[in-house]
């Protein structure tokens, strides 16, 4: 199951990958917003987050104007590593190399096109599990655990 959650400006954006999930046969759960009615988006990357975190749901997209500002309030939920990214090789990589669990995108950055893609690549990229990948994880965890 796929976490979802917006801001007003990342609105749209979900409203197109929950199509195209749903044309995949993908299972998600939507944290909101539920409109393009102005709303912190802070709020809904902790809904989210959270769902991926407790383990209710595998990995969470998440989407507000910028992809920036949603990832920075995701990353202060113990355990989620959300990366923003707007090319094929950065969402690739941060699943392959960084276990990445939440992708977040700009609906003001990027087409809903090139959205698909990066949602595509990161959904179905698994993490290498290489010895200095989960060496790497393992210290961003410990960071994580002495705040």
Known sequence: MIALGCDHAGFELKQFIIKHLEDRGIEYKDYGTYSTDSVDYAVYAEKTARAVAGGECTLGLLFCGTGVGISMAANKVR?????????MFSAEMTRRHNDAN???LGGRVVSPEKAIELVDVFLDTPFSGEDRHARRIAQITELENRF
């Open 79 to 87: 355990g989620i590593r959300a990366a923003c990214c707007s090319d």
């Open 102 to 104: 939440i992708l977040c």
